[in-house]
């Protein structure tokens, strides 16, 4: 059974920074693309960044861009999201998924598993 597990979410003041870190486990992952969403209470979840299954290529949201960096780490089957200038509006939890295509997405749907997700708060 494949598994995700998010960590290094927190509470953080506006300008900060935090690193979230996914481990997968329970499958071969190393020609899967691996994204990160992020979902505010009442919002619907968000697309936050993709990387490809050789990390070569990444994929950010617009309005992410310059502040966030998706990488992986295929040895320890490992995708981080490094978060920079945080902002309040950047509160939400964040949520790692794999999908089977070497291609990230920017589409939920075409994830397969997602990890619980992780808190991350701003504060102003």
């Known amino acids: 059974q494949v598994q995700l597990v998010e960590s290094g979410g927190g509470l953080v003041q506006a300008g900060g920074s935090l690193r979230l870190s996914c481990a997968a486990s329970?499958?071969?992952?190393?020609?899967?693309?691996m994204g990160w969403f992020r979902q505010a209470p009442g919002k619907e979840r968000d697309f936050v960044a993709a990387?490809?299954?050789?990390?070569?290529?990444?994929y950010h949201a617009d309005f992410m861009k310059g502040r966030f960096t998706i990488s992986r780490d295929n040895a320890k089957n490992t995708v981080y999201l490094r978060m920079d200038s945080l902002k309040p509006e950047d509160t939400a939890v964040y949520y790692c998924?794999?999908?089977?295509?070497?291609?990230?997405?920017?589409?939920?749907?075409?994830?397969?598993?997602w990890g619980q997700g992780t808190q991350v708060t701003v504060s102003s």
């Open positions: 998924a794999v999908t089977s295509r070497s291609r990230g997405s920017a589409s939920a749907s075409d994830y397969d598993f």
């Open positions: 329970g499958g071969t992952f190393s020609s899967s693309a």
């Open positions: 990387i490809t299954w050789s990390g070569r290529s990444t």
